[in-house]
């Protein structure tokens, strides 16, 4: 059995306009209604041509997953979307909105919840994910999973885990593919 971990075409959002922490939740819930711009790459059309198709339910993804179905049915499922970033109530500092990401995402991964699923609870989520895709690919099927960079990386941990073979790292770029075979 083969599954492929595909991370979401580039989105259509731009909106780098510096933020306080307590604005990152509305920041990011724009980013996640944002859907994207380009083609996937032939590499990805080609992965895609036999699998079954399923992805995270945001939009970007589910957008991605469509230009890479090319009209198949896609399943959607709330274990593949990406793992929550924390944020804070501070109204100060403004910082751009990509400096505020990296932060809290380090401070995810020291601990800090922050109003947010723990990097904990989303590890456990990341091996429900890896159990799913298990089962949808069965005995010998192909599976793709349209999703995120963070999440994408728990879960191919958790496929190597499980005794898969393939990348120690999920490719992070827009449409990158990383593939696993148990």
């Known amino acids: 059995m083969q599954i492929i971990l595909v991370r979401h075409g580039r989105p259509d959002f731009r909106d780098g306009a510096p933020i306080a922490p307590r604005e ?3 920041w990011i819930e724009r980013y996640n209604r944002a859907g994207v711009v ?3 790459p032939d590499a990805a059309v ?5 699998a079954t198709i399923v992805s995270s339910p945001t939009k970007r993804a589910v957008e991605s997953a469509r ?3 090319r009209g198949r049915e896609i399943v959607t499922c709330e274990l593949f ?3 929550d970033l924390p944020h804070s109530l501070w109204r100060w500092p403004k ?3 990509a400096w505020w990401v990296v932060l809290f995402r380090l401070a995810w991964y020291c601990g800090f919840g922050g109003q947010a699923e723990t990097a904990s609870a989303a590890t456990t989520r990341a091996g429900e994910a ?3 895709l298990i089962a949808l690919a069965g005995d010998g099927g192909v599976v793709l999973l349209v999703g995120h960079g963070i999440m994408n990386s728990m879960i191919a941990k958790q496929l190597l885990a499980r ?3 393939g990348p120690g790292l999920a490719r992070s770029q827009y449409w990158g593919c990383s593939s696993y075979r148990l």
Not at 46 to 50: E, K, L, V
């Open 67 to 69: 230009r890479l179905a």
């Open 38 to 40: 380009g083609e996937p």
């Open 163 to 165: 005794g898969a073979r």
């Open 130 to 132: 890896a159990e799913n």
């Open 95 to 97: 910082l751009p909105p």
């Open 81 to 83: 979307r990406e793992a």
């Open 24 to 26: 990152l939740r509305s």
């Open 46 to 50: 080609r992965s895609a041509a036999t």
